[in-house]
T-cell receptor, first 110, second 115 residues
């Protein structure tokens, strides 16, 4: 069974700063890893998907990397904006099941 | 518009009173799942379904039932709810399973309080 950990649990940064969110998982035999964003009182929105054979994916100001052998992924957010404030979750797919981390709550201060 | 809908959005009930939370998707996805989200524990998968009439247990299936009689619907059933099932529940459907465009679409959530 996968254990997915996200550090830090909360992060507060000034607007414009670049930042990195971390995700680690215990079993490297994953099919893919996905990063989600969750806004208060709402469901999750998919941000980036990295297949197990890939090293990174980019979408706009977001870049996600995957090191499957070490069980780590990072989400890099460039030039942060107040609208980026949300909780970010990573999830790994192991077989036909999905395992989520507990999330990092990000606050970007104007 | 592509979406996953859940009903009800909020529910207060009492211990032992059977309830059903409905989930419906309009994207013709084969894979659907239910999660519960609790503070400090994140999202945990309760049940998932690979297709019609095919369901499997996730990480925390105890106290829950599901059915998949039609592709678009995946109801979550609590036969005898208990206070430890108080939680925020999400339904999700997944497109492009096993492909490079695999994406989970989440419903808005159902907040359940069991007294």
């Amino acid at each position: 069974k996968q254990e997915v950990t996200q550090i830090p649990a909360a992060l507060s940064v000034p607007e414009g700063e670049n930042l990195v969110l971390n995700c680690s998982f215990t079993d490297s035999a994953i099919y893919n890893l996905q990063w989600f964003r969750q806004d208060p009182g709402k469901g999750l929105t998919s941000l980036l998907l990295i297949q197990s054979s890939q090293r990174e994916q980019t979408s706009g100001r977001l870049n996600a990397s995957l090191d499957k052998s070490s069980g780590r992924s990072t989400l890099y957010i460039a030039a942060s904006q107040p609208g980026d404030s949300a909780t970010y979750l990573c999830a790994v797919r192991d077989g036909n099941q999905f395992y989520f981390g507990t999330g990092t709550s990000l606050t970007v201060i104007p | 518009e592509a979406q996953v809908t859940q009903n009800p959005r909020y529910l207060i009930t009492v211990t032992g009173k059977k309830l059903t939370v409905t989930c419906s998707q309009n994207m013709n996805h084969e894979y659907m799942s239910w999660y519960r989200q609790d503070p400090g524990l994140g999202l945990r998968q309760i049940y998932y379904s690979m297709n019609v009439e095919v369901t499997d247990k996730g990480d925390v299936p105890e106290g829950y039932k599901v059915s998949r009689k039609e592709k678009r619907n995946f109801p979550l059933i609590l036969e005898s709810p208990s206070p430890n099932q108080t939680s925020l529940y999400f339904c999700a459907s997944t497109s492009g399973l096993a492909g490079s465009q695999e994406t989970q679409y989440f419903g808005p959530g159902t907040r359940l309080l069991v007294l």
